[in-house]
């Protein structure tokens, strides 16, 4: 089942621009995994942020996680336009590995 | 080696062949995954292979079936597909909860 949900779907930005994802799940987590998929590819694994975490920083990547709010941010410092691609959270409940994931986000970054 | 491997990249079948798709690999993960993703969705689990066992199997029609011959590889034999199974097909593998992915078998069933 697909419990994390991504806000805004579409994004498309200026090189040098930060870019920032929003997700929201539904259910208890063990954590919250960010992956990027560029078109018609494989996915890539960006970032894990536990449930005891709050914010986690990735080299241009910074994730918070609000558990009480059930949500996430991921944001893109200064942009490239290698940068364009879809990108999922997804979250791994307790007791297994399953992912679920949200339904993605496309960011276009221009040059 | 650090990476899945997955072929054909390209697959084109009709509704009455029988094809395979290969996944490999060599990271000693033992937990194994077939997705099928439509453009512009996220990937849908379809099965889950834990220690060469099937743990998981996501209410798949029987036209799809996998196999796990070993630790390192994963097949998903087709057979009588529908046009609507037309899809991105994506293996996976975990030791942790972090899933490293291939790069997908594009299949369009004709």
């Known amino acids: 089942s697909q419990q994390g949900e991504e806000d805004p779907q579409a994004l498309s930005i200026q090189e040098g621009e930060n870019a920032t994802m929003n997700c929201s799940y539904k259910?208890?987590?063990?954590?919250l995994q960010w992956y990027r998929q560029n078109s018609g590819r494989g996915l890539v694994h960006l970032i894990l942020?536990?449930?005891?975490?709050r914010e986690k920083h990735s080299g241009r990547l910074r994730v918070t996680l609000d558990t009480s709010k059930k949500s996430s941010s991921l944001l893109i410092t200064a942009s490239r336009a290698a940068d364009t691609a879809s990108y999922f959270c997804?979250?791994?409940?307790?007791?297994?590995?399953?992912?679920?994931f949200g339904k993605g986000n496309q960011v276009v970054v221009i040059p | 080696d650090t990476e899945v491997t997955q072929t054909p990249k390209h697959l084109v079948m009709g509704m009455t062949n029988k094809k395979s798709l290969k996944c490999e690999q060599h990271?000693?993960?033992?937990?194994m995954y077939w997705y099928k993703q439509k453009a512009k969705k996220p990937p849908e689990l379809m099965f889950v292979?834990?220690?060469?066992?099937?743990?998981i199997n996501e209410s798949v029609p029987s036209r799809f079936s996998p196999e796990c011959p070993n630790s390192s590889l994963l097949n998903l034999h087709l057979h009588a597909l529908q046009p609507e199974d037309s899809a991105l097909y994506l293996c996976?593998?975990?030791?942790?909860?972090?899933?490293?992915f291939g790069p997908g078998t594009r299949l369009t069933v004709l």
């Open positions: 996976a593998s975990s030791l942790s909860q972090v899933q490293f």
């Open positions: 259910t208890s987590i063990n954590n």
């Open positions: 942020i536990r449930s005891n975490e």
């Open positions: 997804a979250t791994v409940s307790r007791g297994n590995n399953r992912l679920a």
């Open positions: 990271m000693g993960h033992r937990a």
């Open positions: 292979y834990s220690y060469e066992k099937l743990s």
